[in-house]
Nanobody, 125 residues
């Protein structure tokens, strides 16, 4: 069974940077899969924010994070990353990584069931 383990909960000040990680396990050998991140703020709907293809050659971002976040992956470690820069309080949310077909519409990521507990990111003003 595929599982993911995301990095720990973090508190950061506005304007700061943070790098999330997500390691997948239980994957089929030789499988090629896209990955992505969605987030959910308290009292709000899920928001798909970034998607990356298996090779890493294709990446898509939500407008809300496009200029500040960068998604990457290391397939040798089965690990997905999200570099977040210039954080603002509105980025406060629980962040989840997901696996699935690559999509150019990151909104679709919000409908993929997460396999981990998520990472709580809190940005203080």
């Amino acid at each position: 069974q595929v599982q993911v383990m995301e990095s720990g909960d973090t508190l950061v000040q506005a304007g700061g940077s943070l790098k999330l990680s997500c390691r997948a396990s239980g994957l089929e050998p030789g499988g090629a899969y896209a990955m992505g991140w969605f987030r959910q703020a308290p009292g709000k709907e899920r928001e798909g924010i970034a998607s990356i293809s298996w090779s890493g050659g294709s990446r898509v971002y939500a407008d809300s994070v496009k200029a500040r976040f960068k998604i990457s992956r290391d397939n040798t470690l089965d690990t997905l990353y999200l570099q977040m820069n210039n954080l603002v309080p509105e980025d406060t949310a629980t962040y989840y990584c997901v696996l699935g077909p690559f999509t150019t519409d990151v909104r679709e990521l919000a409908f993929i069931s997460p396999r981990g507990q998520g990472t709580q990111v809190t940005v203080s003003s």
